[in-house]
T-cell receptor, first 116, second 114 residues
Framework: AQSVTQLGSHVSVSEGALVLLRCNYS??????LFWYVQYPNQGLQLLLK??????LVKGINGFEAEFKKSETSFHLTKPSAHMSDAAEYFC??????????????FGTGTLLAVQP | EAQVTQNPRYLITVTGKKLTVTCSQN?????MSWYRQDPGLGLRQIYY???????DKGDVPEGYKVSRKEKRNFPLILESPSPNQTSLYFC?????????????FGPGTRLTVL
């Protein structure tokens, strides 16, 4: 079964500093990987996704993530944090392969705080 | 505007009182799904539907029912709610059954069962 581990339930950075949110996955087949962001009192919004094309994926709001098969990782980064980046971030992997159910397996989330 | 809507957004109820949370999407998506979000557990899938009249259990289906009579609607039914169903619920939809397709999420329904 596929799974996702997010290291660090809370991450705090200063405004302008590098953002690094960690995600490791477990999958017996090539995975599709996603990062979602949840702002307070809102639903989840897709930041970016990896679908076996380029290993470096660029998303919205200046975020990007790199798929590293050897490390089974898909860490999310942003060079310079902005106050508006404060939110909860979820890494997710799809279950199954080819004709599967579209079910997303989510990590437990990382709450990002940005200090002025 | 393309969106997934849920109603109600907030609900406080008592144990055993049947309730329905509605979900509707205007994007003509085939795939719809319900998740619950609990602190420290992330989101877990309750039920999903690949198309009209086709539904199946997710990871945590106990205590829930769903139906898919129309393509746009996917209501979540709690026949006899219990306090352990207090949670934040999200409906999601996506186009077709391609796993790489983006899932669009509704704004969430915060349910409290007393």
């Amino acid at each position: 079964a596929q799974s996702v581990t997010q290291l660090g339930s809370h991450v705090s950075v200063s405004e302008g500093a590098l953002v690094l949110l960690r995600c490791n996955y477990s999958s017996s087949v090539p995975p599709y990987l996603f990062w979602y962001v949840q702002y307070p009192n809102q639903g989840l919004q897709l930041l970016l996704k990896y679908t076996s094309a380029a290993t470096l994926v660029k998303g919205i709001n200046g975020f990007e993530a790199e798929f590293k098969k050897s490390e089974t990782s898909f860490h999310l980064t942003k060079p310079s944090a902005h106050m508006s980046d404060a939110a909860e971030y979820f890494c997710a992997v799809t279950q199954g392969y080819g004709g599967a159910t579209n079910k997303l397996i989510f990590g437990t989330g990382t709450l990002l705080a940005v200090q002025p | 505007e393309a969106q997934v809507t849920q109603n109600p957004r907030y609900l406080i109820t008592v144990t055993g009182k049947k309730l329905t949370v509605t979900c509707s999407q205007n994007m003509n998506h085939e795939y719809m799904s319900w998740y619950r979000q609990d602190p420290g557990l992330g989101l877990r899938q309750i039920y999903y539907s690949m198309n009209v009249e086709v539904t199946d259990k997710g990871d945590v289906p106990e205590g829930y029912k769903v139906s898919r009579k129309e393509k746009r609607n996917f209501p979540l039914i709690l026949e006899s709610p219990s306090p352990n169903q207090t949670s934040l619920y999200f409906c999601a939809s996506s186009l077709g059954q391609v796993v790489a397709n983006e899932q669009f999420f509704g704004p969430g329904t915060r349910l409290t069962v007393l």
